[in-house]
């Protein structure tokens, strides 16, 4: 079991109680038009790593045909539970093999960034290329070394309807690109009578420095034809700094016959 896989087999009955303040619909129409100004055309989309199915919902409700995976299978069977008409199953980014031939593909909420080995991320980026229909658009998030050297060296509470939550990191301030980053998250639920259970999650996360992105897109196949500033709303910035946003989103597309992007 991979470290991610174990801490999402633990954090997986509390991962929306985690992300309840996060905007999904919003967030996501600001990717889908900046996607449709890069050429997509179709709506096949595949969510890799797609957790409980808050990423891929907005985009079920707008017609797209959904198919999803994740590494936990608990995560997975929350994602089936909400979201019958979409196809999700158990699986590794890293080695997807043949699933279908897909206009959009996500990778979000820094998904990427759980692969901390050499070769995992070029592994991912191929894996994902494979599934990718001729003219189709690859969007992926990565956490920046501003995240790293902020949200990852803090501590943080979240005292929810039914759980409080603790978030520790484990991070400096000074951390240096490519950094392996650690982060616990305790959870405590309420089991009755006032009592409570403390889940504990490790996550490892590793900073992708642009270059290293960029050369993983390149070995697989790929070409960034966009690369973008989050902003707290959602929306995208032309101006994508690590150290000014905490997440970047990179567009890509095939390289076609030639060598030239689309």
């Not at 992300?19 to 889908?32: C, F």
């Not at 995240?147 to 520790?168: P, Q, S």
């Not at 989050?230 to 700094?241: E, K, V, Y």
Request: with cysteine; hydrophobic share 40%.
């Amino acid at each position: 079991m991979t470290p991610a896989e174990e801490a999402y087999q633990r954090l997986a009955p509390f991962y929306d109680e985690l992300t309840q303040e996060h905007d999904y619909d919003a967030w996501t129409r600001h990717l889908e038009d900046r996607a449709l100004a890069l050429g997509l055309s179709g709506r096949r989309l595949f969510d890799a790593a797609c957790g409980t199915g808050k990423s891929f919902m907005p985009f079920l409700e707008r017609g797209y045909t959904v198919t999803g995976c994740d590494i936990s299978a608990e995560m997975v069977a929350l994602a089936r539970a909400k979201a019958p008409a979409a196809h999700v199953f158990v699986g590794d980014v890293r080695a997807l093999g043949p699933i279908g031939s897909f206009d959009l593909i996500t990778c979000l909420d820094d998904s990427l960034n759980y692969l901390i080995d050499d070769g995992d991320l070029e592994a991912a980026l191929a894996s994902l290329a494979a599934n990718l229909a001729d003219g189709g658009v690859l969007v992926f998030d990565v956490n920046t070394l501003s995240t790293y050297r902020t949200t990852f060296a803090r501590d943080m509470t979240l005292d929810g309807e039914d759980v409080f939550l603790a978030w520790r990191g484990r991070c400096s301030e000074d951390e240096e690109p490519g950094c392996v980053a650690e982060l616990v998250i305790e959870a405590f639920g309420e089991t009755g009578h006032g009592t409570y259970e403390r889940v504990t999650t490790r996550h490892l996360q590793r900073h992708h420095p642009r270059h290293e992105v960029e050369g993983a897109l390149e070995a697989a196949g790929l070409c960034a034809v966009g690369v973008f500033g989050l902003l707290p709303d959602g929306s995208l910035d032309t101006l994508a700094d690590d150290d000014l946003h905490h997440k970047l989103v990179y567009y890509a597309r095939r390289v076609p016959k030639g060598g030239d992007s689309e």
